[in-house]
């Protein structure tokens, strides 16, 4: 499969680092922990950080009066369709093998009933995909499920090939040097590409 990170990223990887250009960024955020962060947004000492949906529970048990949303990251032209990164979270399957076959039968289609599913994807802060079946998102969640809901998603780095652990590994390390000012932007893109390259040879 070619695929090709530099030649395609450029634009959406620069609208990224304009935040930084514009004073968004914290000073140092390499030396930020995800929990860290986390925590500064809950004590309202920060605006926002990137995360997803299944830190929410996190949130607001830390700071039940804050008032907060999501929206997707900038990547999109000006004008242009806002796509939101999604991914499968749970997957509930039955091994072929197993020597308890009529039991695992019954416990998928305990999964299998909405009212069911609906009481496990609202404790998880996640949505549901199946068409019948009414999610209940939280509010702070409205921005990004309308896109879920609509179709306008696209796969998170690490879903769907065996390849992409390596670049997305490489994409953390990469972003970090480019923040740093210790590569560029466009080498950050070729060292994934690499990265790619790489794992598909294997």
């Given at each position: 499969?070619?695929?090709?990170y ?11 680092y ?9 000073a ?14 809950s ?13 929410m ?29 999604a ?10 093998r ?18 069911n599913?609906?009481?496990w ?7 549901i ?32 090939w ?12 990469s ?5 740093l000012?210790a ?20």
């Open positions: 499969m070619a695929l090709k530099n030649g395609t990223w450029n634009a959406m990887l620069a609208q990224w304009a935040l930084d250009e514009k004073g968004y960024l914290t140092n955020s390499v030396n930020v922990s995800l929990e860290k962060a986390q925590s500064e947004f004590d309202e000492h920060a605006a926002m950080y990137i995360d997803g949906s299944w830190s529970a996190g949130i607001v048990e830390k700071n039940p009066d804050l008032k907060f949303g999501m929206f997707p990251m900038p990547a999109n032209k000006s004008n242009g369709e806002i796509f939101v990164s991914a499968i979270g749970t997957t509930w399957t039955i091994n072929k197993t020597p308890n076959i009529e039991a695992a039968k019954l416990y998928l289609a305990f999964w299998s009933k909405p009212e599913l609906q009481i994807t609202k404790s998880q802060d996640a949505f995909t199946l068409d019948g079946i009414k999610s209940q998102a939280a509010p702070e969640l409205s921005e990004i499920s309308q896109l879920i809901f609509s179709g306008k998603t696209f796969p998170f780095l690490d879903q769907g065996e390849q992409s652990y390596a670049v997305q590994t490489e994409l953390m390390n972003a970090q040097g480019v923040y000012k590569i560029s932007q466009e080498q950050m893109l070729k060292k994934m590409d690499a990265a790619w390259d790489a794992a598909v040879s294997q």
